[in-house]
């Protein structure tokens, strides 16, 4: 009997827990005042900023971003003249990108963390998993694994400027373009919210 108050309880603390990591967010434009309020749920919104055309659409709990130029000549992004401010007020960069005529490029906020492949297990002398058994290698005092099958491969996040947080409030994204030598200007304002629940 007494098992099985525990197992309840146990259920409606995962219950619980799903339920609260369950809570859904939106993205809601500020700015630039013709789309002032626009919310990014479920449809993308689309922002005409001459000359390129923006579309903001979610994907799975990051902002998409797809700048297309309608024109007949490339646009540049300048990295080093654009620039993301988080809810925190910390300056973060973009990465400079080229959009050719007639196409698009695509950018999530923030960005996935890039990772890196590394053969054996990074920064631990002893660790057991599949693929190594024991200090560091196949063979350890004579003893042989026969289901061995190669070394194991962590994952590491590789930290860059470009990394940051994105949970709730509002961030400043300024992107600086160039075109036929002539400089664009753009910049949105943008919140991220906890979605009402209906």
């Not at 809810?87 to 973009?94: I, K, N």
């Not at 190594?132 to 005092?141: K, L, N």
Request: aromatic share 14%.
């Amino acid at each position: 009997m007494r098992g099985r108050g525990i197992s309840s309880l146990a259920a409606f603390a995962v219950l619980g827990l799903l339920a609260v990591g369950c809570r859904s967010y939106q993205y809601r434009i500020v700015q630039p005042s013709q789309v002032a309020n626009a919310v990014v749920a479920a449809q993308p919104v689309a922002v005409h900023y001459e000359p390129l055309e923006y579309y903001f659409g979610r994907v799975r709990d990051r902002l998409a971003m797809r700048v297309s130029n309608p024109t007949d000549s490339q646009v540049i992004l300048r990295g080093d003249k654009s620039f993301i401010v988080d809810p925190r007020g910390e300056s973060h960069p973009v990465p400079g990108l080229v959009v050719g005529p007639h196409s698009y490029v695509r950018m999530l906020l923030p960005p996935r963390p890039a990772t890196a492949e590394v053969v054996g297990y990074y920064g631990y002398p002893w660790a057991w998993g599949p693929g190594v058994y024991g200090y560091g290698a196949p063979f350890w005092h004579g003893y042989y694994d026969p289901f061995m099958y190669g070394p194991a491969v962590t994952y590491l996040q590789i930290h860059t400027p470009y990394d940051w947080i994105w949970r709730t409030g509002p961030i400043q994204l300024h992107l600086s373009y160039e075109r036929n030598g002539q400089p664009l200007e753009h910049s949105f304002e943008i919140v991220r919210e906890r979605a009402p629940r209906h």
